[in-house]
T-cell receptor
């Protein structure tokens, strides 16, 4: 089944630094979404980028989408310790609107 | 708080038990989903309901039985589970399947099968 793959699997940075996470997927999509998950909790939606969009911003988040390369990146600027969490990309395919998730990137922001 | 509520939050059950997980949303959404999240694995889509009709069964073993009595409620009935079924079970809802919108997740039920 279609599945996003995040890279890196784990990322450790200092507060104030930027964090970049990448996602690759396999087939054509309607949109790509990024979610955040604190340990053992539910997922929280961060941002959705449609297949005809190339870049989107929300606060300290910047998402890019390159449909020719089937890839997306999530940039968190000026990171904070509270940004420590797992981040997942999910693709909404064009065969029924199922959200398929990648394996996630574990981000650790050290104060 | 996303508006999707799952109960119980934690569940320990024996392999011969029967239990049910409950998910409730009052967001006016018409699509509801069950996902399984095991350690070190991606979220696995299990079932999808759209307007109370099951539209997706992702090759889930029959010991997991979903029920969607109305658009606001979703259940996952569990019977004769195995230890490898221990995981975090997440419910989600969205305005409708295929509507190009985000999903709202509950906090999950942490299931341990002993």
């Amino acid at each position: 089944s279609q599945q996003g793959e995040e890279d890196p699997q784990a990322l450790s940075i200092q507060e104030g630094e930027n964090a970049t996470m990448n996602c690759s997927y396999k087939t054509s999509i309607n949109n790509l979404q990024w979610y955040r998950q604190n340990s053992g909790r539910g997922l929280v939606h961060l941002i959705l980028i449609r297949s005809n969009e190339r870049e989107k911003h929300s606060g300290r988040l910047r998402v890019t989408l390159d449909t020719s390369k089937k890839s997306s990146s999530l940039l968190i600027t000026a990171s904070r310790a509270a940004d420590t969490a797992s981040y997942f990309c999910a693709t909404d395919d064009n065969q029924g609107g199922k959200l398929i998730f990648g394996q996630g990137t574990e981000l650790s922001v050290k104060p | 708080e996303t508006g999707v509520t799952q109960t119980p939050r934690h569940l320990v059950m024996g392999m011969t038990n029967k239990k049910s997980l409950k998910c409730e949303q009052h967001l006016g959404h018409n699509a509801m989903y069950w996902y399984k999240q095991s350690a070190k694995k991606p979220l696995e889509l299990m079932f999808v309901y759209n307007f109370k009709e099951q539209t997706e069964n992702n090759s889930v073993p029959s010991r997991f039985s979903p029920e969607c009595p109305n658009s606001s409620h979703l259940f996952l009935h569990l019977h004769t589970l195995q230890p490898e079924d221990s995981a975090l079970y997440l419910c989600a809802s969205s305005p409708g399947q295929g509507l190009n919108t985000e999903a709202f997740f509950g906090q999950g039920t942490r299931l341990t099968v002993v």
